[in-house]
């Protein structure tokens, strides 16, 4: 279906609460039919894309129900480009990919199973849960499809609305499956109107512009680290180390006065306001911040060309910070 209802899809979910406190029913009400969309509703409406024997479990699950189900070093491998590897937290556990450094297959199926199987507000990398199950559709394991979409569907209707920023009387959360579910309450008789227009397919030309690695494209190879060229490998080199820590003090003497300034002009603000009969706001006065702030002073300023010397640190306010 290439087009949903808007109206039937945000019935479909305000209705999805379970009847009973605790119960997981997964049904909606949707004008006056009842609409399951459990696992097995889900199989009949998309055509039994896998079919299990009594009792048996689908290999995607059994892995990731256990603790060593999958190897990250092995997806790792499969799913980056040479060289890249998992984004990790700060004592070395795996928790996402980068998009930019995925292959152009792996970028092709994390692109089809966050618009169709679990949906996400942004696709810029993939976690590393979604990471084994692309993992797993690649090798081929068998996976429960209508399952997983069931689940995210049950998710979604337990989610909190979010206010849209500038409109507080809409939802800023977008909902998942608008086409899925127009034509699976369709199948149960629900009379539908299809308006709006689903995204398009993944063709050829999306997955040359949108999921092929940048160095594929013309760009540099990525790398985990890239020194700079010769030319700014190091200032100290070029300028001198007494230039370079010169220039550094000047620098760091330029954003005090800027943060001084900025700090009269906030002080005076408050005078104005308080003489207007406003309240005036809190703001130091300029012995106060003087005093927070305790800089200790300037290093003398050089002239371009000329010859550096070492001097004496020199204590010294600005005038009109004396006012």
Not at 60 to 72: H, I, K, L, T, V
Not at 99 to 119: A, E, F, V, Y
Not at 207 to 215: A, D, H, M, N, V
């Amino acid at each position: 279906m290439a087009k949903f209802d808007p109206n039937i899809v945000l019935e479909f979910y305000a209705n999805a609460w379970p009847t009973e406190e605790g119960v997981r029913d997964m049904l909606s009400w949707v004008r006056g039919q009842w609409i399951p969309f459990d696992a097995d509703a889900l199989s009949q409406f998309l055509g039994y894309p896998l079919v299990l024997e009594e009792g048996q479990e689908w290999e995607y699950s059994q892995r990731r129900n256990r603790a060593d189900g999958f190897d990250e070093e092995a997806i790792a491998q499969l799913l980056c480009i040479p060289g890249q590897d998992f984004a990790r937290t700060a004592a070395g556990r795996q928790v996402r990919i980068i998009r930019t450094n995925m292959t152009t297959l792996t970028q092709t199926w994390m692109t089809l199973l966050l618009s169709n199987i679990l949906p996400s507000d942004h696709n810029s990398d993939l976690p590393l849960p979604k990471c084994q199950l692309v993992y797993a559709i690649l090798t081929r394991m068998s996976v429960h499809v209508a399952q997983l979409i069931a689940d995210a569907i049950y998710l979604f209707t337990g989610m909190p609305p979010t206010r849209h920023p500038l409109d507080p009387d809409k939802s800023n959360r977008a909902l998942g499956f608008p086409a899925l579910i127009t034509g699976l309450c369709q199948s149960f008789g629900v009379p539908v109107a299809p308006s709006k227009v689903i995204r398009p397919p993944i063709t050829r030309a999306c997955i040359e512009k949108y999921c092929t690695p940048r160095q594929a494209q013309g760009d540099a190879p990525q790398a985990a680290y890239a020194p700079p060229p010769p030319h700014q490998a190091d200032p100290t080199r070029s300028f001198g180390m007494e230039r370079y820590l010169q220039h550094l003090v000047c620098q760091q003497a330029a954003n005090h006065r800027g943060h001084v300034q900025t700090h009269v002009y906030l002080y005076q603000l408050s005078l104005s306001q308080q003489s207007q009969g406003f309240a005036p706001f809190a703001c130091p006065t300029p012995d106060q911040f003087r005093a927070e702030v305790a800089w200790p002073g300037d290093w003398p300023e050089a002239h371009a060309g000329e010859r550096l010397q070492r001097l004496p640190v020199i204590q010294r306010t600005h005038a009109w910070m004396r006012r």
